[in-house]
């Protein structure tokens, strides 16, 4: 598929990555027509998608972020009659707690632009809040329940979406590192040249490396999950001061947010650390984010952790995706820099690219993603 949206007997489309947004863009493209090659170095759906929360959510702190996290999750609702059970898709839905009046009135202010734009929304005191989600601790001010949200496990939906495209065995889907991107081509690290006129860098962190002047940071993010308490969590329980850590330019910092998985398990986050790239698990870390989330939910102190991880998020300069065609690489299409909301927005994302690509005018407002922002020039 060339930019006119017209179709061409080679290659069309060359997506490097295979997470869920690198993914998505592929599965996208192929829905059109276009004839799709997939390169990932590591496992589908590994990386940052693998090591994700899978939660689906809208966030509302920005108007772009909003409307791109609202379109992704409507994609998403339209997609999950159709996943297969082992995506443990489920609506769990979101309760944003409060444990201050500050932030009782951040999800004051929240529910109230949620419910004008027609996005279901409960504003919770207390005792309304212990009478949703009975194991979360007394005395917390209330909070902000979103009900419709769901959860997913990303990397089956990764793989599901490529089979389901067709991408997933050979030729289309290559097991392989690349050197660099360049407008109509990707260069293997073996030398090996590919072909295409649409060429999309979904690589995550390693997407500023591939394509000159993209400017990304590293984001660690350490999880661990339980043994299994099914029924004893209704909700994912996330603390309003998530939101100020995830925008935040600290270079550390951790916050509650507790999911019910499909399998009775508790995943357990969050936290965040500005360039640290070393993926293993730091003790200390864990130990902060258990002890922030037994501080929301005392009964953790007496569970079993079976399992934990990290993964690294590419954040962008301004903490926006960066979705578009690179300003001096005509050709090459960026998909990069979602930070921690990769697996909400990857649908948005990949519809948001191909509109974009076919020169139709997009169902998410384009400007704020707009690559230019977070492109330099190369030294001479």
Request: charged residues 20%; neutral net charge; proline residues 6%.
């Amino acid at each position: 598929m060339n930019g006119d949206g017209t179709s061409s007997r080679a290659t069309d489309v060359l997506v490097v990555g295979a997470g869920i947004v690198g993914v998505a863009c592929a599965a996208a493209f192929a829905a059109r027509g276009a004839t799709v090659r997939v390169i990932e170095r590591g496992p589908i759906g590994g990386g940052a998608t693998a090591a994700g929360m899978g939660h689906l959510m809208v966030l509302d702190d920005a108007p772009a972020e909003f409307a791109l996290t609202r379109r992704s999750c409507e994609l998403w609702t339209e997609l999950a009659p159709d996943l297969p059970p082992r995506a443990e898709y489920s609506v769990a839905g979101t309760l944003w707690v409060a444990t201050d009046s500050a932030e009782f009135d951040v999800a004051r202010a929240k529910f109230v632009r949620l419910r004008e734009v027609g996005i279901d929304a409960d504003l919770l005191d207390e005792s309304a809040l212990r009478e949703v989600e009975p194991a979360l601790r007394p005395g917390l001010l209330g909070g902000l329940r979103l009900p419709t949200e769901a959860i997913v496990y990303p990397p089956v939906v990764a793989r599901w979406l490529l089979d389901r495209a067709g991408i997933l065995g050979r030729p289309s889907m290559l097991f392989a590192r690349v050197a660099r991107i360049e407008p109509g081509r990707v260069t293997l690290d073996d030398g090996t040249v590919l072909a295409a006129g649409i060429i999309v860098n979904a690589a995550g962190v390693d997407g500023g490396t591939l394509t000159p002047g993209i400017v990304l940071r590293a984001r660690k993010g350490h999880l661990m999950i339980t043994d299994r308490y099914p029924g004893q969590l209704r909700h994912e329980v996330v603390e309003l001061g998530y939101i100020k850590n995830a925008h935040g330019a600290a270079l550390e910092s951790v916050a509650c947010n507790v999911q019910p998985r499909a399998t009775g398990q508790w995943l357990v986050g969050s936290s965040r650390q500005f360039d640290v790239v070393d993926p293993r698990a730091e003790p200390r870390m864990l130990a902060r984010v258990a002890a922030r989330a037994i501080e929301f939910l005392p009964c953790l102190a007496h569970m079993n952790v079976v399992r934990a991880w990290t993964g690294l998020r590419a954040v962008s300069v301004d903490g926006l995706p960066i979705i578009g065609e690179h300003p001096t690489q005509r050709g090459v299409w960026l998909a990069l820099g979602h930070e921690g909301l990769g697996i909400t927005t990857a649908l948005a994302t990949a519809e948001l690219l191909v509109d974009l690509v076919e020169r139709r005018e997009p169902r998410v407002p384009a400007a704020a993603f707009d690559p230019a922002r977070c492109v330099v020039a190369r030294a001479s």
